[in-house]
């Protein structure tokens, strides 16, 4: 079965630091990943996703994200936070290989994502 | 991408009754899915909702409790049935092309509250 995991529920930074949210996944083959914010009473947004080719996949709003094959990892980052990404962050994952889950996203259980001033 | 229209945003409602989401996109879409949100935890897929057939349910989630249709290739409808306040969640729209590479496209979400 594959599975996400967020591993911090809140991430505070100042603005204008770089940010970095976590993400580790398992899958049984290799993966395909994706990252979603969600603003307080909106639905998710996508952000990036990684297929495959180049490790650093960069995405929407000055977002980018580096998939480590090694540490099955997919962490999100930014060079410098403004305090309008204040959001909750979702990493997904799905199998690239067919299995009896059927190629459906599964949801890390967010992150909190913070920038204060 | 597609545009998502999910109604209501938002209600609140009486323990025992039922209340009906509708999600409509923008185009064609081949794959809709129902995902319940709870308070502060991630998204559950409750269901598939399939064009012209009976949904595909998740372990946990019945046709009874959680009636789904899908008329059409760019509408659906999920009833939250006989409700109680352990269905307050948001309720959230997915549509996706059915290719494995592409991302999936959320509507707004419906926030519901049984009282």
């Known amino acids: 079965a594959q599975s996400v995991a967020q591993p911090e529920d809140q991430v505070n930074v100042a603005e204008g630091n770089p940010l970095t949210v976590k993400c580790t996944y398992s899958?049984?083959?290799?993966?395909?990943l994706f990252w979603y914010v969600q603003y307080p009473n909106r639905g998710l947004q996508f952000l990036l996703k990684?297929?495959?080719?180049?490790?650093l996949v960069k995405g929407s709003y000055g977002f980018e994200a580096e998939f480590n094959k090694s540490q099955t990892s997919f962490h999100l980052k930014k060079p410098s936070a403004l305090v309008s990404d204040s959001a909750l962050y979702f990493c997904?994952?799905?199998?690239?290989?067919?299995?009896?889950?059927?190629?459906?996203?599964?949801f890390g259980t967010g992150t909190q994502l913070k920038v204060e001033l | 991408s597609a545009v998502i229209s999910q109604k209501p945003s938002r209600d609140i409602c009486q323990r025992g009754t039922s209340l009906t989401i509708q999600c409509q996109v923008d185009?064609?879409?081949?794959?809709m899915f129902w995902y319940r949100q709870q308070p502060g935890q991630s998204l559950t897929l409750i269901a598939t909702?399939?064009?012209?057939?009976?949904?595909?349910?998740e372990s946990g989630f019945v046709i009874d409790k959680f009636p789904i249709s899908r008329p059409n290739l760019t509408f659906s409808t999920l009833t939250v049935s006989n409700m109680s306040p352990e269905d307050s969640s948001i309720y959230l729209c997915?549509?996706?092309?059915?290719?494995?590479?592409?991302?999936?496209?959320f509507g707004q979400g419906t926030r519901l509250t049984v009282v």
């Open positions: 997915s549509v996706e092309q059915g290719i494995t590479n592409t991302e999936a496209f």
């Open positions: 899958v049984s083959g290799n993966p395909y």
């Open positions: 990684y297929i495959t080719g180049d490790n």
């Open positions: 997904a994952v799905r199998d690239r290989v067919g299995t009896g889950g059927g190629n459906k996203l599964t």
């Open positions: 185009s064609q879409v081949t794959m």
């Open positions: 909702a399939n064009q012209g057939s009976e949904a595909t349910y």
